[in-house]
């Protein structure tokens, strides 16, 4: 269900998957964000770090609709390179002008869409994180950039290495809300969530499994 959800939401709906019992690597980090939300049963959803989706299915579209509503106004505006076996990530984290000053923790994290092969969640699996603390004023932004070093499964699928970076309260536990994030997939695509003028309040959300 989230793999269609992601389908038919390519631009306001970005999903990362972190892996407990599969082969999957860095189960480190997988399970510390396990213990930040403070799941108990998986697969489990939570919807841009602060509404509680649950393993409650039937409800998800509903929930994506509600969030999408929500307006922010952060923005994040990012790039990304591989260069031989490095992955290499540019993010200017912004907040608007008539916004409001915000301390968050923002959050590099490598994703490899369509794996693992062998379990039946396989989108946008995490792979690495990188993550920083910043202040970011009303009417300015920061920028920050971090360079990955790929593994020999991720080199051999660049279509599928993408970036995902979003802007989360600094808080030691979940609940903690996600403001803003940006994706890319592959080297030729790119989407910039920056539509807080236009009305275009997008979501982000994040799956824990």
Known sequence: MVSDLFDANPTTF????????????????????????????????????WLDGSYTYA??????????????????????????????????????????TKDVRVYFVVILDHYPD???????????VYTQDVNVPAGDCVHLDHSFTLEALD??????????????????????EIHQAAYIIGEDTQIFHDGFESGDFSGWSEVVQ
């Open 118 to 128: 062998d379990a039946t969640y396989y989108r946008n699996a995490f792979r690495q």
């Open 155 to 176: 080199l051999g699928r660049p279509e599928d290495v993408g970036a995902v970076v979003w802007a989360q309260d600094p808080l030691s536990s979940g609940p903690a």
């Open 14 to 49: 970005i999903p990362v998957y972190y892996h407990l019992g599969t082969s999957v690597a860095y189960k480190p980090w997988c399970t510390t964000r396990f213990d930040f939300y403070g799941v108990t049963l998986m697969p489990y959803m939570w919807w841009d770090g």
């Open 59 to 100: 409800d998800w579209n509903a929930d994506l609709a509600a969030r999408q509503a929500v307006p922010t106004d952060m923005t994040i505006g990012m790039s990304s390179t591989i260069l031989v076996d490095q992955l290499v990530v540019d993010a200017d984290v912004c907040v608007e002008a008539g916004g409001t």
